[in-house]
């Protein structure tokens, strides 16, 4: 019975917990409701006003487009009030759910609990023996119905395994072809007793002979294209070579280890050196030599790499050298070639940043306030070719290195830490556009630029990346936005100077200086830019330099962290396909 009063307490406190969640999240959408309700009236007031001439501010309609989009703003804060708390019910409604089915199975508890301490021994025994029937009974059915749903799936199954053996076979996994080939076991048995051949047992090892190193190393790692790789088993080459290694490990050959990871090596840079320009070939390449170096530690014999191993995995670990120094060597490999696979997608998708988050205007009605040089640009630029929204064309790129990265198996923390780093240099590259380009600081502008960048994070989160890190990257250019839109008048100095953390002051004074305010906007004051830089000289910067800076630094580098991650890979399993032609390798 504690169990369940303990999980009613818990949901207790969840439900307790959303209700407080929705009444906060309630109170920031009144806030912001009166906010824009505040702007709006502004506006209304301007609106009906004259200027000095004697003619109308809205001459060329700009407020009543300002109004509109105020209008729609507030619509869509409506709607996503009411999304929250449509989600907020249905949640209350199954915690509803599952208390109720809680406090009847408590309370059925309790009288089966008043009934044991009341009844005499044979009626208790009869209590419980009821029980019992029912409860297996439940089980029964239960277990009726997931035995037909596993007979439906066996036979499906069946259909497909015939035409997966060939597929099997070419990835370089062994297999038992006993499980396929019952029809033949049956014809086998009419026609008379089967000569059974004794099964070997292998030690997940490859033999050859010293010299050939070279040799190998050409038709596994040279001659290897990626789209003969992707049709592997992941990391396949990453295996084989190390089976090699186990093997001169064995027996027992200082010399033959040296010559061959020196081969091995010289052949990975080689490679990568040449196909410097190919993304798949550096993603097979970074996933390969982590692999390796992965493997290297799981098999190295050291207690903190074997959490994880099999008993057999742990006999197969190296008995005669510690490859500690080449291990580094590898991760160096590594790091030398997740730095190439950063720089061709930032390459690839340079040209669509500043398009995308800054130019792209997406929202309805919403002007930049500088139509002409717009219109101008535009009817010089717009071309047949150029029909992709830019925001879809960058997405589609970053979308397109993901499916690479994903197809060749790639560690999903490296994943995120190269999208980490694609969006630092999103970041920077916006941020030091928008820091020279005074026709892009207006509050519309910064409007824009926030939704812009809002498809950039749900992009994060569709492909499930580490996002509150690869966020934290663009919060520069996402400061920078808000500051646009944010009121400039002496009493908001300190919310101005707060909610820009991640901007240093000069980015900070210098986007005030360029800030061109609209037709129904006041400039902003010189007191106020003054204010603010007073506020920042409060700021503890602490030694870094970066803080000093203007622009942001596009070559800068976050320091790459490999993880260790066990294989349940049997080394004794894999097979050496015949599309890489290694036959002078031989299983042992």
Same mark, same amino acid.
């Given at each position: 019975?504690?169990?369940?009063?303990?999980?009613?307490?818990?949901?207790?406190?969840?439900?307790?917990?959303? !209700?407080?969640?929705?009444?906060?999240?309630?109170?920031?959408?009144?806030?912001?409701?009166?906010?824009?309700?505040?702007?709006?009236?502004?506006?209304?007031?301007?609106?009906?006003?004259?200027?000095?001439?004697?003619?109308?501010?809205?001459?060329?309609?700009?407020?009543?487009?300002?109004?509109?989009?105020?209008?729609?703003?507030?619509?869509?804060?409506?709607?996503?009030?009411?999304? &929250?708390?449509?989600?907020?019910?249905?949640?209350?409604?199954?915690?509803?759910?599952?208390?109720?089915?809680?406090? =009847?199975?408590?309370?059925?508890?309790?009288?089966?609990?008043?009934?044991?301490?009341?009844?005499?021994?044979?009626?208790?025994? =009869?209590?419980?023996?009821?029980?019992?029937?029912?409860?297996? /009974?439940?089980?029964?059915?239960?277990?009726?119905?997931?035995?037909?749903?596993?007979?439906?799936?066996?036979?499906?199954?069946?259909?497909?395994?015939?035409?997966?053996?060939?597929?099997? #076979?070419?990835?370089g996994m062994d297999y038992d072809s006993s499980?396929? *080939?019952?029809?033949?076991?049956?014809?086998?048995?009419?026609?008379?007793?089967?000569?059974?051949?004794? =099964?070997?047992?292998?030690?997940?090892?490859?033999?050859?002979? @010293?010299?050939?190193?070279?040799?190998?190393? #050409?038709?596994?790692?040279?001659?290897?294209?990626?789209?003969?790789?992707?049709?592997?088993?992941?990391?396949?080459?990453?295996?084989?070579?190390?089976?090699?290694?186990?093997?001169?490990?064995?027996? *027992?050959?200082?010399?033959?280890?040296?010559?061959?990871?020196?081969?091995?090596?010289?052949?990975?840079?080689?490679?990568?050196?040449?196909?410097?320009?190919?993304?798949? /070939?550096?993603?097979?390449?970074?996933? *390969?030599?982590?692999?390796?170096?992965?493997?290297?530690?799981?098999?190295?014999? =050291?207690?903190?790499?074997?959490?994880?191993?099999?008993?057999?995995?742990?006999?197969?670990?190296?008995?005669?050298?510690?490859?500690?120094?080449?291990?580094?060597?590898?991760?160096?490999?590594?790091?030398?070639?997740?730095?190439?696979?950063?720089?061709?997608?930032? &390459?690839?998708?340079?040209?669509?940043?500043?398009?995308?988050?800054? %130019?792209?205007?997406?929202?309805?009605?919403?002007?930049?306030?500088?139509?002409? !040089?717009?219109?101008?640009?535009?009817?010089?630029?717009?071309?047949?070719?150029?029909?992709?929204?830019?925001? /879809?064309?960058?997405?589609? %790129?970053?979308?397109?290195?993901? #499916?690479?990265?994903?197809?060749?198996?790639?560690?999903?923390?490296?994943?995120s830490q190269i999208f980490k780093q694609v969006?630092? @240099?999103?970041?920077?590259?916006?941020?030091?556009?928008?820091?020279?380009?005074?026709?892009?600081?207006?509050?519309?502008?910064? $409007?824009?630029?926030?939704?812009?960048?809002?498809?950039?994070?749900?992009?994060?989160?569709?492909?499930? $990346?580490? %996002?509150?890190?690869?966020?934290?990257?663009?919060?520069?250019?996402?400061?920078?936005?808000? $500051?646009?839109?944010?009121?400039?008048?002496?009493?908001?100095?300190?919310?101005?100077?707060?909610?820009?953390?991640?901007?240093?002051?000069?980015?900070?004074?210098?986007?005030?200086?360029?800030?061109?305010?609209?037709?129904?906007?006041?400039?902003?004051?010189?007191?106020?830019?003054?204010?603010?830089?007073?506020?920042?000289? %409060?700021?503890?910067?602490?030694?870094?330099?970066?803080?000093?800076?203007?622009?942001?630094?596009?070559?800068?580098?976050?320091?790459?962290?490999?993880?260790?991650?066990?294989?349940?890979?049997? $080394?004794?399993?894999?097979?050496?396909?015949?599309?890489?032609?290694?036959?002078?390798?031989?299983?042992?």
């Amino acid at each position: 019975m504690m169990p369940t009063g303990t999980g009613l307490s818990k949901l207790h406190e969840q439900l307790v917990e959303m !209700r407080q969640e929705l009444d906060r999240k309630t109170e920031e959408i009144i806030q912001l409701k009166g906010v824009l309700a505040n702007q709006t009236k502004n506006m209304k007031t301007l609106f009906s006003s004259k200027s000095r001439t004697g003619e109308y501010i809205n001459e060329d309609g700009e407020l009543a487009q300002a109004y509109e989009t105020q209008k729609t703003i507030n619509k869509q804060l409506e709607l996503e009030l009411q999304d &929250e708390k449509a989600k907020y019910k249905a949640h209350e409604k199954e915690y509803k759910l599952e208390i109720e089915k809680l406090r =009847e199975d408590n309370e059925r508890q309790q009288r089966i609990l008043s009934a044991n301490l009341t009844n005499t021994p044979q009626a208790q025994n =009869e209590a419980y023996m009821h029980l019992e029937i029912t409860r297996l /009974t439940t089980e029964n059915l239960q277990l009726t119905e997931r035995n037909d749903t596993l007979n439906e799936t066996v036979r499906k199954l069946k259909k497909q395994i015939k035409n997966l053996t060939k597929k099997l #076979k070419d990835t370089g996994m062994d297999y038992d072809s006993s499980m396929f *080939n019952n029809d033949n076991e049956i014809a086998s048995n009419i026609l008379g007793p089967n000569i059974r051949k004794k =099964e070997r047992e292998y030690q997940g090892m490859f033999s050859y002979k @010293f010299g050939e190193e070279n040799v190998i190393m #050409k038709r596994l790692v040279i001659d290897l294209s990626p789209r003969t790789a992707i049709k592997l088993l992941p990391g396949l080459p990453a295996y084989i070579l190390f089976m090699c290694i186990r093997y001169v490990d064995h027996m *027992n050959d200082e010399n033959a280890v040296k010559t061959l990871l020196s081969a091995a090596t010289s052949a990975i840079k080689k490679t990568v050196r040449k196909r410097q320009q190919d993304s798949e /070939t550096l993603t097979l390449w970074l996933s *390969n030599t982590n692999q390796l170096r992965n493997t290297m530690k799981q098999y190295s014999g =050291e207690p903190a790499f074997q959490k994880n191993n099999t008993p057999k995995q742990n006999e197969q670990c190296l008995k005669n050298f510690d490859l500690m120094e080449y291990r580094q060597v590898f991760s160096d490999i590594a790091l030398w070639i997740f730095q190439g696979v950063v720089q061709n997608i930032e &390459e690839k998708i340079h040209h669509l940043i500043v398009p995308a988050v800054l %130019e792209h205007e997406e929202i309805a009605g919403m002007s930049s306030g500088f139509r002409r !040089r717009t219109a101008s640009t535009t009817s010089e630029a717009s071309t047949p070719v150029a029909t992709q929204k830019p925001m /879809t064309a960058l997405l589609q %790129e970053l979308t397109h290195f993901y #499916k690479i990265l994903a197809l060749y198996a790639v560690d999903s923390h490296l994943i995120s830490q190269i999208f980490k780093q694609v969006y630092y @240099f999103i970041c920077a590259s916006s941020l030091n556009n928008l820091l020279l380009r005074k026709e892009l600081c207006n509050w519309s502008k910064g $409007l824009q630029i926030r939704h812009n960048l809002s498809h950039l994070e749900m992009w994060i989160r569709e492909k499930q $990346l580490d %996002e509150p890190s690869i966020q934290a990257t663009l919060q520069p250019i996402i400061q920078a936005a808000h $500051l646009l839109q944010a009121r400039k008048s002496d009493e908001d100095v300190n919310t101005v100077c707060d909610m820009c953390s991640a901007l240093t002051p000069l980015q900070i004074c210098k986007i005030l200086q360029l800030y061109t305010p609209v037709e129904y906007e006041e400039r902003v004051p010189v007191s106020f830019i003054s204010k603010v830089q007073q506020k920042l000289k %409060e700021r503890d910067t602490g030694n870094n330099p970066a803080a000093q800076n203007l622009l942001m630094d596009v070559k800068f580098r976050y320091a790459i962290v490999f993880n260790f991650q066990s294989s349940t890979i049997c $080394l004794e399993d894999i097979e050496i396909p015949e599309v890489l032609h290694l036959g002078m390798l031989t299983k042992i």
